[in-house]
């Protein structure tokens, strides 16, 4: 079955103190990894996908890379805008769906 | 702003009614897919339509049914509801052309009493 599974549950960060997120997947073949950001009571906002292992791509303060079991999405010098729940999901190879993972809740204070 | 659009944004209603969902996908994109998410909740997959075809099912309830149309809106309809429909009801939308990313709408927050 795939599975995804993200850590930490929640990070608090002070304005400007870098840290990373994790993602970890179970999937019988890997077709894309997504990023999405959410905020409270709102849709999820797509960030970034990634297809092959030792891919990177960058937005801003942001970055994520993908490894063959995981990915990270670093954030270099967030800033309390950047507070939010950052939700990985991963479509398996011969399907559309998306399988996501319980997310990450970010704190930055100020 | 994602393109993709729900209405209604709030609904309030009491158990055992019936309510639908609207959703209208990003221009072009063919594909519709429907997710729950409960307070404190991962995102759940619930169906997926592709130009009007059911393509997929997740973990939805027999009592609730979804439907694309012709024009590739698409509608969840949900029954005899219970207090633990209670829930924000997202859609989504994609297109291959578009690596498949879905991309979501805003979401209607459903509360039953």
């Known amino acids: 079955e795939d599975q995804v599974t993200q850590s930490p549950e929640a990070l608090r960060l002070q304005e400007g103190e870098s840290s990373s997120l994790n993602c970890s997947y179970t999937?019988?073949?890997?077709?894309?990894l997504f990023w999405y950001r959410q905020d409270p009571g709102k849709g999820p906002e797509f960030l970034f996908t990634l297809y092959s292992a030792g891919e990177e791509k960058e937005k801003e303060r942001l970055k994520a890379t993908l490894t063959k079991k995981e990915s990270f999405l670093h954030i270099t010098a967030p800033k309390p805008e950047d507070s939010a729940t950052y939700l990985c999901a991963v479509q398996p190879f011969g399907g559309q769906n998306f399988v996501f993972g319980p997310g990450t809740r970010l704190s930055v204070l100020p | 702003d994602s393109g993709v659009t729900q209405t209604p944004k709030h609904l309030i209603t009491a158990t055992g009614q019936r309510v639908t969902l609207r959703c209208s996908p990003r221009s072009g994109d063919l594909s519709v897919y429907w997710y729950q998410q409960s307070l404190d909740q991962g995102l759940q997959f619930l169906i997926q339509?592709?130009?009007?075809?059911?393509?997929a099912k997740g973990n939805i309830l027999e009592r609730f049914s979804a439907q694309q149309f012709p024009d590739l809106h698409s509608e969840l309809n949900l029954s005899s509801l219970e207090l633990g429909d209670s829930a924000l009801y997202f859609c989504a939308s994609s297109s291959p052309a578009r690596g498949d990313t879905q991309y979501f709408g805003p979401g209607t927050r459903l509360t039953v009493l």
């Open positions: 999937v019988s073949g890997l077709r894309g």
């Open positions: 339509y592709y130009n009007g075809e059911e393509r």
